[in-house]
C-alpha cells in the first residue's frame, strides 16, 4: 500500500512542527478508514473513532454545555491514550453546525503535544480543505498553512 509509507513519511515530517497534524483528506468512500486501519496495524497507535467517543461524552451533557465543553472533551480523548501519535477517523460530528466549532482549529489544538493523524471527509482545493459544499450548513473552507495533508480520491 503506497499510500502508507506516504502517510508515514508526513508522520515523520510532522514531528518537526508546531501543530503536528496530518489530515488524510477524501470524499466518502475514498479509502481513509482503511488507510488510518492499515496505519494503526503499522504503528500501534490507538484509533479513536471521534464520532463515538465524542457523542458518547456530550450525552452526560446539558444542551448548552456541549458548544462549551466539547473542543476539551475531544482533546481529552486524544490525550487519554498517552500515546506519541493518535488517529482520529469519523470526525464528522467535528462539523455539525449546532456546535459551532472551528474543526480544523479543535485538531490543531489536539496535535501541540502529540502527532495527529486525522480523517478529513472532503476534498484539497486551491490551498484550502473543504468539507459539504456551500449550501450545506455544516459547510467548512479551511486554509491549510503549515498543515500536512494527504489526499484520496
Known amino acids: 500500500m503506497p499510500e502508507l509509507a ?3 513519511q508526513l508522520i515523520a515530517y510532522a514531528d518537526e512542527l508546531y501543530h503536528r497534524l496530518v ?5 466518502s468512500g475514498s479509502g481513509k478508514t482503511a488507510l488510518l486501519r492499515h496505519l494503526h496495524a503499522a504503528v500501534a497507535a490507538p484509533c479513536i473513532n471521534v464520532n463515538l467517543a465524542l457523542s458518547q461524552q456530550l450525552l452526560d451533557l446539558p444542551a448548552r454545555d456541549r458548544i462549551l465543553r466539547g473542543p476539551s472533551l475531544l482533546c481529552t480523548l486524544v490525550d487519554a491514550t498517552a500515546a506519541p501519535l493518535v488517529l482520529l477517523d469519523n470526525t464528522e460530528l467535528l462539523f455539525h453546525h449546532d456546535y459551532r466549532w472551528k474543526p480544523l482549529d479543535l485538531l490543531k489544538s489536539c496535535a501541540r503535544d502529540r502527532t495527529v493523524v486525522a480523517a ?3 476534498r484539497l482545493a486551491d490551498g484550502y480543505v473543504i468539507y459539504a459544499t456551500p449550501d450545506h450548513p455544516d459547510y467548512r473552507r479551511e486554509p491549510i498553512r503549515e498543515i500536512l495533508t494527504y489526499a484520496l480520491t
Do not use: K, S, T
Not at 489530515?23 to 470524499?27: A, C, F, H, Q
Open 6 to 8: 506516504q502517510v508515514q
Open 23 to 27: 489530515l488524510i483528506v477524501g470524499p
Open 120 to 122: 478529513w471527509n472532503g
